[in-house]
């Protein structure tokens, strides 16, 4: 996990594929939910997974239990994740996937002053032809 997110600050600033804005990624796949009533407010592509960045008013204990309750509606179980040595006060994380390994969804969850923000990586929804 920690070298997974070193990778996606790595990749942004050697390759500055950044997307600002606050529309939802093209490329999320179904078994990813936008957090409700949360501000995109970034979203990053590299190679194999992609990244988005929300802001919401919600707790990060109910974001997570959000993201907990949509993985187990998509089949999805929870995997083990090592606390981050860098982590925030407050921030809570887990990581989703499947046993064929073609889905990953990894929640990290950050207390601010007006509520939280929130990572989503993944992997992409592959274009269909």
């Not at 942004?12 to 600002?20: A, F, P, Q, S």
């Not at 959000?66 to 083990?80: D, I």
């Amino acid at each position: 996990m920690k070298k997974l997110i070193a990778a996606l600050a790595a990749a942004v600033v050697l390759t500055g594929c950044v997307k600002m804005g606050n529309s939802p990624p093209p490329d999320l796949p179904p078994y990813v939910q936008l957090y409700p009533g949360a501000t995109t407010v970034m979203s990053v592509k590299l190679g194999e997974l992609s990244s988005v960045a929300q802001q919401t008013t919600a707790k990060p204990a109910d974001v997570l239990t959000y993201y907990r309750n949509q993985a187990s509606s998509q089949g999805l179980t929870e995997q083990q994740v090592p606390p981050q040595s860098n982590s925030s006060p407050g921030q809570v994380q887990a990581a989703f996937g499947d046993a064929a390994g073609d889905k990953l969804l990894v929640v990290v969850v950050k207390p601010q002053s007006d509520g939280s923000m929130l990572s989503l990586t993944y992997k992409p929804a592959k274009p269909t032809t």
